[in-house]
């Protein structure tokens, strides 16, 4: 078992305390993206944690774990090792040192990652990655999921809730498949996909996805992916400033 980061530097003893910053949302909202961008603007690492619930996800289906089995994943959720490197120009994800970036965002990963995600036991696991990752990292960090600001950093020192509506979200994502080739998507079945993850994280026990009462909202359905990286950015600067 090992949680590393893999990004090297060197800090000077003079250099500003690391800034930690939490990036939350549902499905598509644009947390990825943006939290890459933003981490790459202002020198930060950067974490997809909804990569690392992938990839013990993508583990477990590879290992014949029955996911619908609560108990099964529990009882084999501290088998794989997960590795996250976190430069954002080259975030990679390994499981058990294969290369995990690919098979992690499958349909059938997809499908299954909600379940797998709500197993106490599997969020204990990549709490405590997510959390050793985090105070490693020598600048400060963007992490972004579902539960950062309320459970993984709660005292992270600037939380934002991304949202846009669902049909915002299911052009973005059709874009996406668009770009990928093959069949013409159908928007309406990738709204209610995307909307079914949306319940099935918001409803679990543990750590649901909810906004973190000291969380800034950021409504992205009016802006460009470049209008919010730079209004994150300038929360990011405003925050730097006041400390
Ligand atoms: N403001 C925006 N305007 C238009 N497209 C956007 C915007 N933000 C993100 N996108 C696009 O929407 C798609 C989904 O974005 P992204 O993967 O960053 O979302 P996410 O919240 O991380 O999703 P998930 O939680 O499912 O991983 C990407 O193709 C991205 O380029
Ligand atoms: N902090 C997190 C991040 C992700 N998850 C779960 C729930 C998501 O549906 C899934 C995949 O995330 P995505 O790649 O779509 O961002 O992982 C979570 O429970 N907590």
Known sequence: MAATSRQASSVSPDAPAPVI????????????STSRAVAAKLGLSYLDT??????ITWWMLTHDIDVRDAEAVAAAADRPEILSGTDPAEPTITVD???ASGPIRTQEVTGAVSAVSAVP????????LQRAIAAGAPTGIVVEGRDIGTTVLPDA????????SPEA????????????GGRPVDLDATREALLRRD?????????PLRKADDAVEVDTTELTLEQVIECV????EDKQQAR
């Open 169 to 180: 979200r299911a052009a973005r994502r059709g874009g996406e498949l668009k770009g990928s």
């Open 233 to 236: 950015v300038t929360l990011i």
């Open 97 to 99: 040192g294969a290369d």
């Open 121 to 128: 036991a599997v969020r204990a696991r990549i709490t405590e």
């Open 199 to 207: 319940a099935a994280d918001a409803g679990r026990k543990t750590s």
């Open 50 to 55: 909804g990569a690392q619930y992938r990839a």
């Open 21 to 32: 910053v939490a990036i939350d949302g549902p499905s598509g909202t644009g947390k990825s």
């Open 157 to 164: 020192d600037l939380k934002i809730f991304l949202t846009a």
